[in-house]
């Protein structure tokens, strides 16, 4: 009994792990909507919209440990937002254009470029952007 009990528990977890990605914010790249430490649960989705907030690891910090939190400014087929220098004039397909609610203090695809829908583990729901975004 003891070690179905077990096998359950092993199995409830993976599940869940395939489901839900927990990561903590580093920095003040989110701030005002999320604080410096604050841990975040993502649910794993299909679909990713304009002004989602998504945990991630850019393509060019593989070995990087840790998940990236950022707001999606445009989708695949979207027009590229102007601040963002690039040839193309719109986003390319299995990929976002992201950005920090503070990005005075944020790296972000200025830096990073477009992230590949691949590389994202979630979104985090209920985190609207704050007023004047």
Known sequence: MAGLVVVLLVLLVVLLRRRYVVARVRGFSMSPTFRDGERVVATRRRHYRVGDV??????????????????????????VPAWLETDHPVVPAGRVVVVGDNPGHSQDSRQLGYIEISGVAGAVPGRPAPEGS
């Open 54 to 79: 998504i945990v991630f690891r850019p393509r060019s910090a593989a070995t990087d440990v840790a998940w990236r939190i950022k707001r999606i400014a445009a989708v695949a087929g979207d027009p």
